[in-house]
């Protein structure tokens, strides 16, 4: 039954290293939620696979069902939103803003970058709980979502250009419970090529 095998996850590396992102971001924050929260979705979806595997194969393991699937789409999600986000971010930089081809989408779908921002940070800044907020691409049309945890009121069949992680664990040492300044201080540190990249 070996052959009954799902390629395993891995944890990516970092573009850049940890304190990079100084002082948007501290080299604490980028230590802990790299090695120890992104890894423990990369080891939460493994483990899913592992127990849908010993079922398949009829190791008499009974499993739940319904607990395996949550787990499964919230740490698959839960590491491919980190996979993003780390690549989404550059070193801090004051005139930070996007242009040429990915201007001119924003602006035609948002009225101007301003309006952009607002509408992101709004959204990023009143997430329920834990979250992120997205850019996202669905054809010809730019679109921002409001996820909760990693996998809750996300949008299927849509490319994901930029996402924000507003869970604690991304600011909480840094920002305290000032998510907004978090969220407005995030600007700086966003990188415009890999999100014109993405942009189909
Ligand atoms: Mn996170």
């Given at each position: ?40 979705y ?43 986000f ?23 779908q ?44 996300s ?46």
């Amino acid at each position: 039954m070996t052959n009954l095998k799902h390629k395993r996850l891995e944890l990516p590396d970092l573009p850049y290293k940890y304190d990079a992102l100084e002082p948007v971001i501290s080299k604490a924050i980028m230590t802990l939620h790299h090695t120890r929260h992104h890894l423990a979705y990369v080891t939460g979806v493994n483990a899913a696979m592992d127990k849908l595997e010993k079922a398949r194969a009829g190791e008499g393991l009974e499993i739940d069902y319904k607990a395996v699937m949550r787990d499964f789409s919230f740490h698959m999600s839960g590491h491919k939103l980190h996979s993003i986000f780390w690549k989404n971010l550059r070193k801090s930089s004051k005139d930070n803003a996007p242009t040429g081809s990915l201007l001119e989408k924003i602006n035609e779908q948002f009225g101007s970058f301003t309006a952009f921002q607002t509408e992101f940070a709004g959204a990023g800044k009143s997430v329920e709980g834990s979250g992120w907020v997205a850019l996202i691409q669905d054809g010809d049309d730019l679109h921002i979502i409001q996820i909760q945890n990693h996998n809750l009121l996300s949008v299927l069949e849509t490319k994901t250009l930029l996402v924000l992680d507003v869970w604690e664990h991304a600011y909480y040492l840094d920002y305290q419970n000032d998510r907004g300044k978090y969220v407005d201080a995030f600007w700086n540190i966003i990188n415009w090529d890999d999100v014109a990249a993405r942009l189909a």
